[in-house]
Nanobody, 122 residues
Framework: QAQLVESGGGLVQAGASLRLSCAASGRTFGNYAMGWFRQAPGKERECVGVIMWTGGSTWYADSVKGRFTISRDNAKNTVDLQMNSLKPEDTAVYYC???????????????WGQGTQVTVSS
């Protein structure tokens, strides 16, 4: 059974960095897109970035472009989200997801992690 497990969230001050990691198991994700999404209280879930497991193509939301970087480690079966220059508006629960479309729409993703909280204080 496919499983995605996020780790690395926490409480940091504005301007700090955090690195989230998503460990994938239970199936081969070689042809999948891996997305990082976030959801703040009262807001819709939004995609912050996507990486293709094969090839490594990436896409980022304008709100995080230049600050966030997605990478994958094929040997470890992990997908990381490096977040720099964090802002209070980055506060949200961050989710890792896998889907078979290179897409930023959450409906295109069928496997989801449980989420990890990121809180950025001002």
């Amino acid at each position: 059974q496919a499983q995605l497990v996020e780790s690395g969230g926490g409480l940091v001050q504005a301007g700090a960095s955090l690195r989230l990691s998503c460990a994938a198991s239970g199936r081969t994700f070689g042809n999948y897109a891996m997305g990082w999404f976030r959801q703040a209280p009262g807001k819709e879930r939004e995609c912050v970035g996507v990486i293709m497991w094969t090839g490594g193509s990436t896409w980022y939301a304008d709100s995080v472009k230049g600050r966030f970087t997605i990478s994958r480690d094929n040997a470890k079966n992990t997908v990381d989200l490096q977040m720099n220059s964090l802002k209070p508006e980055d506060t949200a629960v961050y989710y890792c997801a896998a889907g078979n479309s290179y897409s930023s729409r959450y409906r295109d993703y069928m496997y989801w992690g449980q989420g990890t909280q990121v809180t950025v204080s001002s």
